[in-house]
């Protein structure tokens, strides 16, 4: 029997709005998969998903470090 490895994830909550701000913050919002406020995701943990992240450190913050 073979054990499958799962892939490490991320949950990532928006938490604040985008009302204001550049559009490349938007988006980077939106490429993420948010849009509304308090909305979650899980996303691979992976340098591209955490570079997105260290974008918009102040629209978004990480929930959980999952495996």
């Known amino acids: 029997m073979t054990a499958k490895k799962k892939a490490k ?3 990532i909550r928006q938490v604040r709005s985008v009302i204001g701000r550049p559009r490349n913050q938007r988006r980077v919002l939106a490429g993420l998969g948010l849009g ?3 909305q979650e995701v899980e ?3 992976n340098p591209a998903v ?3 992240v260290a974008k918009i ?3 978004v913050e990480i929930v ?3 495996s």
């Open 57 to 59: 450190p102040h629209l």
């Open 43 to 45: 996303k691979p943990d």
């Open 64 to 66: 959980e470090e999952g």
């Open 9 to 11: 994830t991320v949950r």
């Open 36 to 38: 509304r406020i308090r």
């Open 50 to 52: 955490r570079g997105m």
